[in-house]
């Protein structure tokens, strides 16, 4: 397992931008498997997007693709979500995730094994 610590939720008006950092600790000898996932109130868990490992191949939700983008930055041992064009519907926690185990990305949550604490999110109509 890593540690993770996210950063960057906020109350923000629709339309605006927020970019979440999420910081990795315990173990920075090589890249592995990260995402993002978020959970509403009264909702499900939900995918968001996740990158790979070794060639940082990313992948997005449907309901974010063309407004949200992540990134690492592997010499800062931190993942990044640019969240742009935010609508009331994205307004949820956000939690970084990662599997230190694995190289390829997943949409299932039960894929990682480490979680951060969350960070929130709200957006206003």
């Known amino acids: 397992q890593v540690q993770l610590v996210e950063s960057g939720g906020g109350l923000v008006q629709a339309g605006a931008s927020l970019k979440l950092s999420c910081a990795a600790s315990?173990?920075?000898?090589?890249?592995?498997?990260m995402a993002w996932f978020r959970q509403a109130p009264g909702k499900e868990r939900e995918f968001v997007a996740a990158i790979s490992g070794i060639r940082g191949t990313t992948y997005h939700a449907n309901s974010v693709k063309g407004r949200f983008t992540i990134s690492r930055d592997n010499a800062k041992n931190t993942l990044y979500l640019q969240m742009n064009t935010l609508n009331p519907e994205d307004t949820a926690t956000y939690y970084c995730v990662a599997n230190p185990l694995r190289t390829y990305a997943s949409a299932d949550s039960t894929y990682y094994n480490s979680w951060g604490q969350g960070t929130q999110v709200t957006v206003s109509s």
């Open positions: 315990g173990r920075t000898d090589k890249t592995y498997a």
